[in-house]
């Protein structure tokens, strides 16, 4: 039997990376004046729905070692359309680049809503539809 004390690990590193952007969010979000609570609502709202739903469906159908090796995948393809996002914003159109505290608070708490989400509610309520 594989010893747990490595998956245990990644995970607290998760949890702390998780805690540290989400602490850095709001440090942005309570520095701004005035605080852009429609930007980060906005944000927090479109994250939910474009990470919520694939988050759900994954963590229902695919076994736990499949599940985690999914969202290693699905996290650096968000990395990699970030940097490209970003030189192009940067490059040709300045107002495609979002980042502000209205965007970090948003999508911060919208990446937490979805996993909380996933975690507690849906996917039983899936399973019970029979989706």
């Given at each position: 039997?594989?010893?747990?004390?490595?998956?245990?690990?990644?995970?607290?590193?998760?949890?702390?990376?998780?805690?540290?952007?989400?602490?850095?969010?709001?440090?942005?979000f309570?520095?701004?004046?005035?605080r852009?609570?429609?930007?980060?609502?906005?944000?927090a709202?479109?994250t939910?729905?474009?990470?919520?739903?694939p988050?759900?469906?994954?963590?229902?159908?695919?076994?736990?070692?499949?599940?985690?090796?999914?969202?290693?995948?699905?996290?650096?393809?968000?990395v990699?359309?970030?940097?490209?996002?970003?030189?192009?914003?940067?490059?040709?159109?300045?107002?495609?680049?979002?980042?502000?505290?209205?965007?970090?608070?948003?999508?911060?708490?919208?990446?937490?809503?979805?996993?909380?989400a996933?975690?507690?509610?849906?996917?039983?309520?899936?399973?019970?539809?029979?989706?």
């Amino acid at each position: 039997m594989p010893s747990e004390t490595p998956a245990r690990r990644r995970r607290i590193v998760q949890l702390l990376v998780t805690g540290a952007v989400c602490v850095f969010a709001a440090g942005q979000f309570r520095a701004a004046d005035p605080r852009p609570w429609g930007a980060a609502a906005a944000w927090a709202v479109g994250t939910a729905l474009l990470v919520g739903p694939p988050a759900w469906l994954a963590r229902d159908r695919l076994p736990p070692d499949r599940y985690e090796t999914l969202a290693s995948v699905a996290a650096g393809a968000a990395v990699l359309v970030a940097i490209v996002w970003l030189g192009v914003a940067l490059a040709f159109a300045p107002s495609l680049f979002p980042y502000g505290p209205g965007f970090a608070a948003g999508v911060a708490s919208g990446v937490l809503l979805a996993l909380l989400a996933e975690r507690t509610v849906v996917p039983e309520r899936m399973r019970g539809a029979g989706l």
